[in-house]
């Protein structure tokens, strides 16, 4: 099975900060990476596809990057919407996986 | 509006059994890649299992030989039957839509869950 690493796996930003957080694959899956951001007790809500796909309805100041076993999300300038929760997932095979997740918190 | 609702969810016993259902509305089921999530209390996500338009399905391996993904087109319904629970299997089941698309230099298609539903809750406990 393909092994997601998230790091870190909780953060504190203010807002307007500009938030990275980081997806290493166990081995190389292309671009076959997703993003999705959660809040609590919610579904998760995709944000990214492909690694660089930005879902429709999903704001420009989410970016990302990355390919083989490296990949990235960035957040330009952190809104009050933003603090939740996110995981990378590789869909390169089955089974898919997560990563553990980021929280990202209020400083 | 496209949307999936589940249900099913309950406290259950050790070794019993529980179907999940997830009825979508807005496009049919069987057209589409459909995958179950779960999210075990404060812990991350894991995908569960996952059936492909054409009906082949796959597991994670704790769930393998207890789980059975199903759909049925004419209530265009996607089901979780989940035999032998334990302790372990406690969790929020999401049920998800997976759209495809085209990988530049690769065979297969890259997968991405669009839309979810709100989540049924199992426990397992005596």
């Known amino acids: 099975d393909i092994q997601m690493t998230q790091s870190p796996s909780s953060l504190s930003a203010s807002v307007g900060d500009r938030v990275t957080i980081t997806c290493r694959a166990s081995?190389?899956?292309?671009?076959?990476l997703n993003w999705y951001q959660q809040k609590p007790g919610k579904a998760p809500k995709l944000l990214m596809y492909?690694?660089?796909s930005l879902q429709s309805g999903v704001p420009s100041r989410f970016s990302g990057s990355g390919s083989g076993t490296g990949f990235t999300l960035t957040i330009s300038s952190l809104q009050p919407e933003d603090f939740a929760t996110y995981y990378c997932q590789q869909s390169y095979n089955t089974p898919l996986t997560f990563g553990g997740g980021t929280k990202v918190e209020i400083k | 509006e496209v949307q999936l609702v589940e249900s099913g969810g309950d406290l259950i016993q050790p070794g019993g059994s529980l179907r999940l259902s997830c009825a979508a509305s807005g496009f049919t089921v069987s057209s589409n890649y459909m995958s179950w999530v779960r999210q075990a209390p404060g812990k991350g996500l894991e995908w569960v299992s996952v059936?492909?338009?054409?009906?082949?399905?796959y597991y994670t391996d704790s769930v393998k030989g207890r789980f059975t993904i199903s759909r049925d087109n004419s209530k265009n319904t996607l089901y979780l039957q989940m035999n032998s629970l334990r302790a372990e299997d406690t969790a929020v089941y999401f049920c998800?839509?997976?759209?495809?698309?085209?990988?530049?230099?690769?065979?297969?298609?890259?997968?991405?869950?669009?839309?979810w539903g709100q989540g049924t809750t199992v426990t397992v406990s005596s």
């Open positions: 081995q190389s899956i292309s671009t076959y």
């Open positions: 998800a839509r997976e759209e495809t698309v085209g990988v530049p230099g690769a065979t297969s298609q890259a997968m991405y869950a669009d839309v």
């Open positions: 059936i492909y338009s054409g009906g082949s399905t």
């Open positions: 492909a690694a660089s």
